[in-house]
């Protein structure tokens, strides 16, 4: 069992930048690849990046590619979403999420949320105009 939260989230003006964090327990962290999603209200959960548990290889939605960083750090057990450039747009609940699973590079499963096993609450981002 793996317990993921998330921290990081605020008000925003559009242009600016946040980082996320989402902090995991357990040992294994390190096997994991981890995702982050989005969920805006009245919209359904959509994916947002990537990183395969080895750090060697990350997918963004083409949506925020160029503007967010996804990385990790497995002696912290901790995962990142930098976000820069910031629209109104990326209004949402971010999640983090956790897939147990060894997939090959360039699986297409990092993008869907079913392939995620273990899930955090979510931390609000707000993006003025």
């Known amino acids: 069992q793996v317990q993921l939260v998330e921290s990081g989230g605020g008000l925003v003006q559009a242009g600016g930048s946040l980082r996320l964090s989402c902090a995991a327990s357990g040992r294994t962290f390190s096997s994991y690849s981890m995702g982050w999603f989005r969920q805006a209200p009245g919209k359904e959960r959509e994916f947002v990046a990537a990183?395969?548990?080895?750090?060697?290889?990350?997918y963004y939605a083409d949506s925020v590619k160029g503007r967010f960083t996804i990385s990790r750090d497995n002696a912290k057990n901790t995962v990142y979403l930098q976000m820069n450039s910031l629209k109104p747009e990326d209004t949402a609940v971010y999640h983090c999420a956790a897939d147990r699973t060894v997939r090959a590079v360039g699986s297409g499963s990092y993008y869907h949320a079913g392939a995620y096993d273990y899930w955090g609450q979510g931390t609000q981002v707000t993006v003025s105009s």
């Open positions: 990183i395969r548990w080895s750090g060697g290889s990350t």
